[in-house]
């Protein structure tokens, strides 16, 4: 059974950095795509980056390129997303995701994805 857990959410000002990271078990990364996303109240789940080993593929969402960076530690199952220059309109909860069977084309899409965490809230002052 595939479970996520993920943590390091936190309250930082405009201009810090945040690391977090989600816990896999029952997966092997080098077989999954895993992937963040980001919801606030009201609106929909937003693609902010993915990874996977299988498709050798690293892709991010043109409002985090260059600020944020997805990588995983294979030996301890764990993924991280480091998150630097933060900005208000990075406040949301953030969501660890994976997925076995998802294409190339299908990334962004969180309907691609069957593996979700609860979530950790990110909150950025300005």
């Known amino acids: 059974q595939v479970q996520l857990v993920e943590s390091g959410g936190g309250l930082v000002q405009a201009g810090n950095s945040l690391r977090l990271s989600c816990a896999a078990s029952g997966l092997t990364f080098t077989r999954y795509t895993m992937a963040w996303f980001r919801q606030v109240p009201g609106k929909e789940r937003e693609f902010v980056a993915a990874?996977?080993?299988?498709?050798?593929?690293?892709l991010y969402a043109d409002s985090v390129k260059g600020r944020f960076t997805i990588s995983s530690d294979n030996a301890k199952n764990t993924m991280t997303l480091q998150m630097n220059n933060l900005k208000p309109e990075d406040t949301a909860v953030y969501y660890c995701?994976?997925?076995?069977?998802?294409?190339?084309?299908?990334?962004?899409?969180?309907?691609?994805?069957?593996?979700w965490g609860q979530g950790t809230q990110v909150s950025v002052s300005s």
């Open positions: 990874f996977s080993r299988r498709m050798g593929s690293t």
């Open positions: 995701a994976s997925s076995a069977t998802i294409i190339q084309s299908q990334l962004r899409n969180p309907q691609g994805y069957g593996y």
